[in-house]
């Protein structure tokens, strides 16, 4: 890359994950952003001319979009952050997310095609991971995972119904074909050879996310405890930044003693994760709590782009206290 300013391409910048990408990254010394005119936004032979010109181009924009974008861009060096769906389960794309493992990083590092994640799968991913690998969760369960996001994940379209003049609902669940753009990488990325069951839902607020899983004995196939799924999640994720463990049975997050907001870590790039359980029962409940539009988009986009370019991850971006 280059060793004055590194030369970024928002392609998609005036959508919700584009917005917020460029805002982070508008006032940095170490960043020349490169723009296309209004007029050239939709003209794919500019748009393939300015990316090959860039260091790294983040591609916020539909499937159909990026995979005739990158028909075009072919093999050019320019580091690629796609943020659409398209290449997240691809074997010659890396997966966007530092975390994952103690060498993703320098998988990332090696890679000019990097996949930036989905929100809901962060957060599925982050829970599930460590304790498939660990053999907490079996690799062929089927983990049920529920999750609710504020409406800017639906982008602008949904963002029009929660903030126009018309009656809302306060909160749904979708996605009730059990198909959702999320579950593949979540398959993926879990090391599960089934797909889970994932029951997304949106509430009548802008931003923020829970995603759930119950570990229950049907998908451990044995007796396991709250403390034993806590010890994996936190040597998982030990000394990790944006990706937290809580205390097990934490009661400190939870608002009036009870209540865990899913708006609690808006406009940062933490995630936090929590594990509760009734071992008697031989019931727990694994929580990740993100920002949709931070760890789950924008800032992790950014987080890779730290990376890439050799500057502290967390330039740029607010970790929670």
Not at 152 to 170: M, R
Not at 251 to 262: M, P, T, V
Not at 271 to 279: F, H, Q, R, W
Request: proline share 4%; charged share 25%; with cysteine.
């Amino acid at each position: 890359m280059s060793t004055n300013k590194t030369k970024i391409f928002i392609d998609g910048q005036h959508g919700t994950t584009g917005l917020k990408i460029h805002e982070r990254l508008k006032d940095r010394p170490d960043v020349e952003l490169l723009e296309l005119p209004m007029a050239d936004r939709k003209d794919l032979a500019k748009r393939v001319e300015i990316t090959k010109a860039a260091d790294i181009a983040v591609l916020c924009l539909p499937d159909a979009a990026v995979k005739e974008l990158m028909a075009a861009v072919g093999d050019a060096d320019t580091c690629v952050i796609d943020a659409s769906t398209a290449h997240r389960v691809a074997d010659d794309w890396t997966f966007g997310f530092p975390e994952l493992s103690k060498t993703q990083r320098q998988k990332l590092l090696a890679s000019n095609r990097i996949s930036n994640p989905g929100c809901y799968s962060t957060g599925g991913i982050a829970l599930m991971h460590p304790l498939v690998e660990a053999g907490v969760i079996r690799k062929d369960a089927t983990p049920a995972v529920f999750g609710v996001s504020g409406y800017t994940g639906g982008g602008k379209e949904l963002i029009a119904v929660h903030e126009g003049p018309n009656e809302v609902e306060p909160f749904g669940i979708y996605g009730v074909e059990l198909t959702h753009k999320h579950v593949p990488e979540m398959k993926k990325y879990s090391g599960l050879t089934h797909a889970p069951l994932f029951v997304p839902s949106v509430g009548h607020y802008a931003q923020g996310m829970l995603v759930m899983v119950p570990v229950t004995r049907d998908i451990t196939g044995k007796k396991v405890t709250a403390k034993d799924v806590h010890k994996v999640l936190a040597d998982h994720y030990e000394g990790e930044t944006f990706v937290t463990v809580r205390p097990l049975a934490d009661r400190k997050w939870l608002e009036r003693d009870r209540f865990l907001r899913a708006d609690r870590l808006t406009d940062t790039n933490s995630m936090e994760l929590a594990v509760y359980g009734n071992d008697a029962e031989e019931n727990i409940l694994i929580v990740a709590s993100l920002d949709n539009l931070g760890k789950g988009a924008s800032g992790a986009a950014v987080q890779v782009i730290n990376l890439k370019t050799g500057v502290d991850e967390t330039t740029g971006l607010a970790v929670a206290a």
